[in-house]
């Protein structure tokens, strides 16, 4: 089974810095995706970004961007210039592509990080 | 395109009694997956339908059931209702199954269950 482990539980940044998230995960997949989703204290949770497997670009949106590293099956992300409106639950997802289980297991979710934005 | 939607958004019940819980996808999207959140297990999969047929299925006990209507809509059944199974119920649609591959799934704003 696959695991996705987050290993900061909190962290904490200044507005207008730029904080890392972690995540690690370990698959025998070579096909797969890769997800960080936000959960504000709404509850609602919210798609931030996604990665392919195949592609070896580092998927980026606005002010996020992850780094891949698909040997080390790590997969961080990067936000810059963080906003008073970023603070929420980070979690990473892992979930296999067609060729590898198709999801079979849903989407497998690490344990989160919560960030904290200080103004 | 209007969001996916959770009915009823807070639920109080007592143990012993069943609950039945409604996801709306977003327009066009086929599949509905079904996860529970809690404070010590985190997210953890409970289901997945597409067409109206459940295709996958996490490691819950069988109280917990579900199925698919022809629009697409779907419902989460809880019966037998343990203290345990106060958690937040999330459902996510996405355009296809899973097992096609990697769709992004879109989350609704979930169903928060307590059991006394």
């Known amino acids: 089974a696959q695991t996705v482990t987050q290993s900061q539980p909190e962290m904490s940044v200044q507005e207008a810095e730029t904080v890392t998230l972690s995540c690690t995960y370990d698959t025998s997949e070579s096909d797969y995706y890769l997800f960080w989703y936000k959960q504000p204290p709404s509850r609602q949770m919210i798609l931030v970004i996604r990665?392919?497997?195949?592609?070896?670009q580092n998927a980026t949106e606005n002010r996020f961007s992850v780094n891949f590293q698909k040997a080390a099956k790590s997969f961080s992300l990067k936000i810059s210039d963080s906003q008073l409106g970023d603070a929420a639950m980070y979690f990473c997802a892992y979930i296999g592509g067609m060729y590898s289980g198709g999801g079979a297991d849903g989407l497998t979710f690490g344990k989160g990080t919560h960030l904290i934005i200080q103004p | 395109k209007a969001g996916v939607t959770q009915t009823p958004r807070y639920l109080i019940k007592t143990r012993g009694q069943q609950v039945t819980l409604s996801c709306s996808p977003i327009?066009?999207?086929?599949?509905v997956s079904w996860y529970q959140q809690t404070p010590g297990q985190g997210l953890q999969f409970l289901f997945e339908y597409f067409s109206e047929t459940q295709r996958n299925k996490g490691n819950f006990p069988g109280r917990f059931s579900g199925r698919q209507f022809s629009n697409s809509r779907s419902e989460m059944n809880v019966s037998t209702l343990e203290l345990g199974d106060s958690a937040l119920y999330l459902c996510?649609?996405?355009?296809?199954?899973?097992?096609?591959?990697?769709?992004?799934?879109?989350f609704g704003p979930g169903t928060r269950l307590t059991v006394l």
């Open positions: 327009s066009g999207h086929r599949s």
């Open positions: 990665q392919e497997a195949y592609k070896q």
């Open positions: 996510a649609s996405s355009p296809k199954s899973p097992a096609l591959g990697g769709d992004t799934q879109y």
